[in-house]
Structure formats: structure tokens, C-alpha cells
């Protein structure tokens, strides 16, 4: 027995409460994800059987958004338009970063690339990955 688990649910109870099926709509996808959410949230280390149940929940979220219309990947100068733009920031709030409007604007008419600073500090700011700000070539 693991300490602090002695009172968690098996797989079947786990079941019981709340049927895992094919998820149709947004509505039960909301329903799934508050589920999963509440495992997560648990304040221990998951059992065994939680765990199992998570993938079983979070394998039908996968399969639902299979379906749905696919979200183009962005990445740097569109992905920052659209997280400034998200927001209702203007450039000259990230003059921080940047140090210069000018060279915001640059940034932004691909005029000029990010330095590492600024990708660090944006991925900060925007508490994103860096990695987002790389437009890796597949």
C-alpha cells in the first residue's frame, strides 16, 4: 500500500462515476476535460488505476479533436501578432523587450529577425515556449 492512497478509487469506481465514451460535441468534451482536470489537480501521486483511467479519458479527448477543423501552426513574428492582437496589446507595450519601437516594427514587417533576448523575454512575458518563436521546417 502507498501512503496517502489507501482512500483512492479503483478503476471500476472510477468507471462508475463517470462513464468514459466517444465524446460528440463540445459539451461533452467540457464534461471530459472537468474530469481529467480533477485527477490532475489531486494533491498526491496517482495510483495505478487513476492513471489508466486519465489515458482512457485523455486518448477520447485526442480522438474528438482529431475531428475538428485543425489550428494552422504559428510560430514567431505571426505568432506574436496574434498574442499581441489576443490581448489588446500595441507595440509600443513591448518596447521592454525590444528596447525601440523601431525595431518593433521591423520585427513585425520581417524586416529584422528575434535575438535570443528577445525570444527569451517574449516567452516569458507571454509565458509561452520559447520554442514558439522558431519556425522549424518539417
Known amino acids: 500500500m502507498i501512503l496517502g492512497i489507501s482512500d483512492a478509487p479503483s478503476y471500476e469506481s472510477l468507471v462508475q462515476e463517470f462513464i468514459p465514451r466517444p465524446i460528440h460535441n463540445d459539451r461533452q468534451l467540457q464534461a471530459t476535460q472537468n474530469r481529467i482536470d480533477a485527477l490532475i489537480d489531486l494533491e498526491r501521486e496517482l495510483t495505478p488505476d487513476e492513471t489508466d483511467y486519465l489515458d482512457i479519458l485523455g486518448t477520447l479527448v485526442w480522438e474528438y479533436e482529431q475531428t475538428l477543423e ?23 507595450d513591448l518596447v521592454p523587450i525590444f ?9 513585425f514587417k520581417g524586416r529584422r529577425q528575434f535575438t535570443t533576448r528577445h525570444i527569451q523575454e517574449l516567452a516569458e512575458y507571454f509565458h509561452v515556449s520559447p520554442a ?5 521546417k518539417r
Open 99 to 107: 528596447k525601440a519601437e523601431s525595431i518593433i516594427s521591423d520585427v
Open 132 to 136: 514558439a518563436f522558431f519556425h522549424l
Open 70 to 92: 485543425p489550428i494552422p501552426d504559428i510560430y514567431g513574428v505571426e505568432l506574436l501578432k496574434v498574442l499581441v492582437a489576443d490581448r489588446g496589446l500595441k507595440q509600443k
